[in-house]
Nanobody
Framework: QIQLVESGGGLVQAGGSLKLSCAAS?????MGWFRQAPGKERQFVAA??????RPSYGDSVKGRFTITNSGNSVYLQMNSLEPDDTAVYYC??????????????????WGQGTQVTVSS
């Protein structure tokens, strides 16, 4: 059983930046980030394989967010934040290679979430 611990959320003004971190208790094949705003479905943000290959991003964050990894940790650098980025951000990890890492079903393990609030 892999445990994931997120950190780095907080309150920031529109146009600002935040960096999220997630540490896994053991090795995984892929790690990613999802977010969920009140009343909305959980949405894919970004993912990267353990080798650093195949970083992928949701359309709404392309060009603003960057996912990186190191060892059993994954990071999400979020720039040019907008009020619509406000959500609980969840770290996720999966054990297998997939053709597409956007579906929730690609992941076996989930963190507890960290709140990101962007004020206008």
């Amino acid at each position: 059983q892999i445990q994931l611990v997120e950190s780095g959320g907080g309150l920031v003004q529109a146009g600002g930046s935040l960096k999220l971190s997630c540490a896994a208790s053991g090795p995984t094949y892929v790690m990613g980030w999802f977010r969920q705003a009140p009343g909305k479905e959980r949405q894919f943000v970004a993912a990267v394989e353990w080798s650093g290959n195949r970083p992928s991003y949701g359309d709404s964050v392309k060009g603003r967010f960057t996912i990186t990894n190191s060892g059993n940790s994954v990071y999400l650098q979020m720039n040019s934040l907008e009020p619509d980025d406000t959500a609980v951000y969840y770290c996720a990890a999966g054990r297998n290679s997939r053709p597409n890492y956007a579906p929730l079903s690609a992941y076996e393990w989930w963190g507890q979430g960290t709140q990101v609030t962007v004020s206008s």
